[in-house]
Nanobody, 127 residues
Framework: QVQLVESGGGLVQAGGSLRLSCAASGFTFSSYSMGWFRQVPGKEREFVAAITWTGANTYYADSVKGRFTISRDNAKNTVYLEMNSLKPEDTAVYYC????????????????????WGQGTQVTVSL
């Protein structure tokens, strides 16, 4: 059974940091590129960051570039999102997703390219 379980969300003040984790099981993690998306009520789920299956390439939305870092540990079947200098506009539910052998900035930013999704973790950034 495929599972993606996000953790690490919470409430943080603006300027603070959080580290999200996404633990994967039920599929060959090392063959899947991984992405993070986020969604606020009433808006579409938007791309945040992605990393290819080898970890060689990473991609970021312009809104988080320079503040967020995506990484993965294939030995632990886990992908991470380090979020620094958080802003209130980063408040959202954050989802991780898996894309079989995905690559390229355009493909990795498209929700429909992803095969599996987690349930999400809430991140709230206060003033």
């Amino acid at each position: 059974q495929v599972q993606l379980v996000e953790s690490g969300g919470g409430l943080v003040q603006a300027g603070g940091s959080l580290r999200l984790s996404c633990a994967a099981s039920g599929f060959t993690f090392s063959s899947y590129s991984m992405g993070w998306f986020r969604q606020v009520p009433g808006k579409e789920r938007e791309f945040v960051a992605a990393i290819t299956w080898t970890g060689a390439n990473t991609y970021y939305a312009d809104s988080v570039k320079g503040r967020f870092t995506i990484s993965r540990d294939n030995a632990k079947n886990t992908v991470y999102l380090e979020m620094n200098s958080l802003k209130p506009e980063d408040t959202a539910v954050y989802y991780c997703a898996a894309d079989y052998l995905g690559s390229g900035s355009i493909r990795m930013s498209v929700r429909s390219r992803y095969d599996y999704w987690g349930q999400g973790t809430q991140v709230t950034v206060s003033l």
